[in-house]
T-cell receptor, first 107, second 114 residues
């Protein structure tokens, strides 16, 4: 099956800093999403991005499908950005989550 | 527009008891899914329904059954709960098989089996 790796596993930032989260996957996919799971457990869909680049406010994402990786950029981080960021990839109904990057933003 | 609604939000069961987790979506999505999330881990697929009238096993189906009641509703049943089923359960829906768009998740059901 598809293997998904995320790095780094843990990240601690001071408020205002920038960060890059990486997702590597083992096979060609037609679905890639980034999710933020907040401290209350809610999963929030950040980007649906099987290829290309998208931006939403302070967040942006780039997927290079031919090289099987995706990057999530967080600029000017805020304490509300804390939580776990999951990359999930798939083809058809086979949608696999990575292990996540746990982000802590300190005031 | 509520999106994906799950009930209940919290549940405690004794070993051997049964229960049904309910999920409904109002986005006219064709596909629906049940995932479980164990502490410190990502989500794993239990069952999915690609379209009304069909259901298929995911990665971890043992101990569960599902029913796609209609296009809106997809329920997950634990016939005889075990402590290993203590987890957070998420329901999700999507327009189709992923090509047409992403997944939308419900807020989760936190289940404890004692």
């Amino acid at each position: 099956g598809i293997q998904v790796e995320q790095s780094p596993p843990d990240l601690i930032l001071q408020e205002g800093a920038n960060s890059t989260l990486r997702c590597n996957f083992s096979d060609s996919v037609n679905n890639l999403q980034w999710f933020h799971q907040n401290p209350w457990g809610q999963l929030i869909n950040l980007f649906y991005i099987p290829s290309g680049t998208k931006q939403n406010g302070r967040l942006s994402a780039t997927t290079v499908a031919t090289e099987r990786y995706s990057l999530l950029y967080i600029s000017s981080s805020q304490t509300t950005d804390s939580g776990v960021y999951f990359c999930a990839v798939g083809i058809g109904q086979n949608f696999v989550f990575g292990p996540g990057t746990r982000l802590s933003v300190l005031p | 527009n509520a999106g994906v609604t799950q009930t209940p939000k919290f549940q405690v069961l004794k070993t051997g008891q049964s229960m049904t987790l309910q999920c409904a979506q109002d986005m006219n999505h064709n596909s629906m899914y049940w995932y479980r999330q164990d502490p410190g881990m990502g989500l794993r697929l239990i069952y999915y329904s690609a379209s009304e009238g069909t259901t298929d096993k995911g990665e971890v189906p043992n101990g569960y059954n599902v029913s796609r009641l209609n296009k809106r509703e997809f329920s997950l049943r634990l016939e005889s709960a075990a402590p290993s089923q203590t987890s957070v359960y998420f329901c999700a829906s999507s327009v189709g098989t992923g090509v047409l768009g992403g997944y939308t998740f419900g807020s989760g059901t936190r289940l404890t089996v004692v």
